[in-house]
């Protein structure tokens, strides 16, 4: 099983990536300040800011500091349909692809830790140890009870549950769960899907 690897950087996450080939690893970006769309082309990449807490809760952050109603308020975010669909989509990729997944957030955000708690509920669901980049770049790696297959069969049956709760609420499942693809997965599309997903992608740039 490949590893989640936390980048409390783009510096970090550059040195991932010099390490990395990229058809080894997926980027899912957790950040104000990291544009996905600028990010190198030949990986996938993936615009997760829906999993930042939100302006309430890092309110409760800068007035208290990390304290356990910071902690319980975010974790209690990360349960609603959208975010858990989101949430899973790390782990489907993982296991699914057998990728890494580098979680990704600039160094003024990592103040906020919510990187480390993404990376406690994952553990607490799905019994996957994420790594630091300092541990990774010691050798370590993400660690599980889970083999692979069994990820894959969690992850799928998790997909199918919240999948179906987010459209029942109303809400729009984004495209591709807001994947940007690398160029060579975007020629191998077909004709059709690849004619959507383009309008997608200038779709997000008009808004930016």
């Known amino acids: 099983m490949k590893s989640i690897i936390l980048a409390n950087s783009s510096n970090q996450l550059g040195k991932i990536l010099n390490k990395l080939k990229p058809e080894e690893v997926e980027i899912v970006v957790l950040s104000t300040r990291i544009d996905p769309i600028m990010l190198d082309r030949r990986y996938s990449r993936h615009n997760y800011s829906h999993l930042i807490p939100p302006l309430p809760i890092l309110h409760n952050f800068l007035e208290y500091g990390y304290d356990d109603l910071y902690v319980d308020r975010y974790m209690a975010y990360l349960k609603t349909p959208m975010n858990y669909l989101f949430l899973n989509q790390i782990i489907y990729n993982l296991s699914h692809r057998d990728v890494n997944m580098v979680l990704v957030c600039e160094k003024e955000e990592s103040e906020f830790q919510y990187l480390e708690l993404l990376a406690k509920a994952i553990k607490s669901v799905y019994q996957v140890k ?24 969690i992850s799928e049956k998790v997909y199918n549950v919240f999948k179906s709760k987010v459209i029942d609420s109303g809400y729009e499942i984004p495209i591709m769960m807001n994947e940007l693809l690398p160029k060579k997965r975007v020629k191998e599309l077909p004709k059709k899907l690849k004619k959507l997903y383009i309008r997608h992608i200038e779709d997000i740039q008009s808004r930016q």
């Open 130 to 153: 994420c790594v630091t980049y300092k541990d990774w770049k010691k050798g370590k790696t993400s660690k599980s009870v889970n083999d692979r297959e069994t990820l894959c069969a």
